[in-house]
């Protein structure tokens, strides 16, 4: 953009570019009657600093870098809602990064930062980062960093999570009081922490129940729209076929739907389904969708509040907490319990 | 962060900052001992230069606008993906801001990027916009501004769309092929040029069936997750009920269920529901839902691929262009003929 610049200024007034910018700071070396010519042609020609120049000058640029797997995903999309209300409140912008759960990706990302272009870090990890060293390189830069949903443990910093043990043993419990005696639990990870999370809080319910045995833990790749519809199909057509399946990931549970419908098997007669899922639609699925609901607005926003919060008070530092926000178990007509006839 | 600067540089070397940043440019008034020396140091020191530094000098960010509505519609979420894997390719980075379908917030998001912060913008305008005084301010000062799915018939620049009048049209005949006679369109504007579209096509074919008399355009607010149910209420229960009706924009759809289920409409016998979504579930919904469905990833791909293109070359021109990409109409249940027993 051709926009008015110091040195347009400069010019027009006869001054130096040193004197224009001192001018405009209002620093004491420079004349009141300068200063308000200077302002007044400031004015005139609509003059805007450069965010960039003054980036430069103060080391920040107001920006915030949120990294995270996948904008489609309603979880994802509602935290950004989230992320967006404090940030427009705060007057910082948002650069978005999409890792698509590569690891690879994700690291090529963060060394984009490196070079000070945003002045903190919102972060929800890939399904594959199992190595940690970008992020801590990163990191003991002073480089400030929030993690959502996605953790890293190793790095002490501040983690803004749900209960995903509870609300995964509240949710299978609720499937086991429904009937269910073999559980699968689906998941795009065996790695992330809150995976094994949610696969231990459904294992302690299934202990309890003394059906431990029949419990299984599937993995399943889940990159872009891609579902592996043949190992799915394998465990629905299997001896181990189960009777319950609680989908980690929300992307999971259409394809789901689908491979149960072609193979005739009916939800939630033959097998109920419950998915950790934001989505706007779960009641109104055929059969309407048992829900663990994450307060995923809420978890954007108290990322961003404490983020920002770090990067503009000196006194206020990022400490290694975690703080934990619930989750809601909506039970509807997937995991209602069948009667036979 | 803590960032090796060329100021650290120049104070290790004892040369001065503008000395230290010639020698990073390879100028021919340092000699080639010295930049060696610098360049070493460099090198051992990790330094990078700071992208602003390199913004300043060469009056570009690498860094694009994406001004939308709604991240959560999954239309848009489609379409950052689109954007997102040009912008990658290309080394650029991503700002994205959200309108939620105000026209002031849109506006002030605008003004931010008089100063230069991006060297481009990708735009679909909110429901709200009327008045174009500030696209058309920061484009005249060559700012350049590629519009998808909602765009700015004023501006003379490039525009991504699909074919809303045509699929519209080919949606609502299948709707009278199916038994429908009262047709209501459902959307959340009056003004943008993308709904007046949709409607037209939706009128045509009403006329040419003769049931335009019964036609109705239902204007509905749509912030945020709100949802304007007194409003759907009255028409469903009205002497003018429609036995058909489009959703103009996905997020109506799981409201339209949900009031028709709780007075007992059943879809599609009563009442069929088509609507313009790229609804994952639309398959599984209850009844399964037909749509239109928008080729979101592609056009957000082709706005970004000539935006950059538009940045990166001289000799490339944005020209007042309309790119026209096809959408689909996908027939499930939710508008299957209703035969009476």
Redesign the interface.
């Known amino acids: 953009?051709?926009?008015v610049t110091i040195k347009i200024l400069a010019k027009e007034l006869g001054l130096s570019t040193a004197a224009i910018s001192k001018a405009l700071h209002d620093s004491h070396e420079i004349s009141v009657a300068t200063k308000q010519r200077v302002l007044a042609l400031a004015k005139e020609l609509n003059y805007?600093?450069?965010?960039?120049?003054s980036?430069?000058r103060h080391r920040k640029?107001n920006?915030l870098a949120?990294v995270l797997p996948d904008?489609?995903d309603?979880f994802f999309?509602?935290a950004?809602?989230g992320i967006?209300s404090v940030a427009?409140e705060k007057d910082f912008?948002?650069?978005?990064?999409?890792t698509h759960e590569r690891a690879q990706?994700e690291e090529a990302i963060l060394k984009?930062f490196?070079?000070?272009?945003v002045d903190g870090i919102l972060m929800s990890i890939s399904s594959e980062t199992t190595n940690f060293d970008s992020i801590s390189g990163?990191f003991s830069?002073?480089?400030p960093i929030v993690f959502f949903d996605r953790i890293c443990e190793q790095i002490n910093t501040a983690k803004i999570i749900t209960d995903d043990f509870e609300s995964s043993y509240i949710a299978t419990s609720h499937l086991i009081e429904q009937g269910c005696e073999k559980i699968t639990f689906l998941s795009n990870s065996d790695s992330l922490l809150i995976t094994k999370n949610r696969k231990e809080g459904a294992l302690k319910a299934c202990c309890e129940n003394g059906i431990e045995k029949t419990f299984l833990h599937l993995m399943l790749d889940c990159y872009a729209?891609k579902f592996d519809y043949e190992k799915m199909e394998e465990l629905l057509t299997s001896e181990q076929r189960p009777d319950g399946i609680i989908c980690c990931i929300e992307?999971f549970?259409?394809n789901v739907?689908?491979v149960c419908?072609e193979l005739g098997l009916s939800i939630p007669k033959d097998i109920k389904i419950l998915s950790f899922s934001n989505?706007?639609?779960a009641?109104?699925?055929?059969?309407?969708l048992t829900t663990i609901t994450q307060p995923a607005f809420e978890m954007g926003k108290v990322a961003a509040t404490i983020l920002i919060k770090s990067i503009q008070k000196k006194s206020f530092h990022l400490i290694d907490e975690t703080i934990i926000l619930p989750s809601t178990l909506h039970t509807r007509e997937s995991t209602r319990l069948w009667i036979n006839d």
């Not at 805007?48 to 120049?53: G, Q």
């Not at 912008?93 to 999409?98: A, I, K, P, R, S």
């Not at 490196?114 to 272009?117: P, W």
């Open positions: 953009m051709a926009n805007i600093p450069n965010p960039y120049a980036s430069l640029s920006t949120v904008v489609t309603s999309s509602e950004i809602n967006e427009i912008h948002v650069l978005l990064y999409l990706r984009e490196q070079s000070g272009r990163i830069k002073n480089m729209n992307k549970t259409p739907y689908t419908r989505l706007n639609a009641g109104i699925l055929n059969p309407s």
